[in-house]
């Protein structure tokens, strides 16, 4: 079962709907991505964190 917890992408609130009940911006996933050991684009990503 996937997780029902969104992020707002404005504000940084956590809730359940499509959209931000404080702000209404777009809401998306809240958990992160799965991990691959053959990511192609795991270099990408490393980089954007630092």
Known sequence: ??????KCTACGRYTMEDSCPDCSASTSMAIPQRYSPSDR?????LKERM
């Open 41 to 45: 684009f795991q270099k990408y990503r």
């Open 1 to 6: 079962m996937k997780s029902l917890i969104r």
